[in-house]
């Protein structure tokens, strides 16, 4: 069974860091592409950075956390993560990680084949 899990979410105050992992069971995360997305509350699900199969060489990652989170793969521990930085109360959802066969990493919800239950992530003071 292939299955996705998301850990790492909690609460932390502006200007703080938390690290999201997402692991895989069932299938080797390597062979896909990883997306990170988030929903706040009364909002859609939107994309928020993606990696490519196969290594990792490719990267994307919406404008408003380029700078400040990073995306990466340990092939080794079949798991993503998503370091974020700087965090923002805007930053504040439920993210969920995904997976899409292929290469290239073009963070479109509709070719995710796979996702997570989501974790929880609150920034406020």
């Known amino acids: 069974q292939l299955q996705l899990v998301e850990s790492g979410g909690g609460l932390v105050h502006p200007g703080g860091s938390l690290r999201l992992s997402c692991s895989g069971s069932?299938?080797?995360?390597?062979?896909?592409?990883i997306g990170w997305f988030r929903q706040a509350p009364g909002k859609e699900r939107e994309a928020v950075s993606c990696i490519s199969s196969r290594g990792g060489d490719l990267v994307n990652y919406v404008d408003s956390v380029q700078g400040r989170f990073t995306i990466s793969r340990d092939n080794a521990k079949n798991t993503v993560y998503l370091q974020m930085n700087s965090l923002e109360p805007e930053d504040t959802a439920v993210y969920y990680c995904?997976?899409?066969?292929?290469?290239?990493?073009?963070?479109?919800?509709?070719?995710?084949?796979?996702w997570g239950k989501g974790t929880l992530v609150t920034v406020s003071s």
């Open positions: 069932g299938f080797t995360l390597d062979d896909y592409v």
């Open positions: 995904a997976a899409a066969a292929g290469y290239y990493p073009d963070c479109d919800y509709n070719n995710m084949d796979y």
